[in-house]
């Protein structure tokens, strides 16, 4: 029997730039991530989302993820422009 796999928030932004940076670094390190745009409904409308995107890797690549983004966040100006659900 195949375990679920329970899928983590990563990182949110609103800066496309930066988020598309990070799902770039994330597929560079072979680490399977999906994301979930709060703001659907405003893209189809406008064209575009004012509303944050996160980015979701499963439990067990976690902590691999998260030492990533550090070091993509230490070698990029990233200062607020990433939002984090650390608990």
């Known amino acids: 029997m195949k375990k ?24 560079d390190n072979s680490i399977p991530y999906f994301v979930k745009d709060e703001g659907d409904y405003m893209r189809l409308i406008s064209g575009f989302s004012l509303y944050e995107k996160g980015i979701y890797v499963s439990e067990d690549d976690f902590d691999e993820a998260n030492e990533l983004l550090v070091y993509f966040m230490n070698d990029n100006d990233t200062s607020g422009d990433l939002s984090f659900d650390w608990s």
């Open 4 to 27: 679920d796999i329970e899928y983590v928030k990563l990182v949110t932004s609103t800066n496309k730039l930066i988020f598309d940076e990070i799902c770039a670094f994330l597929e």
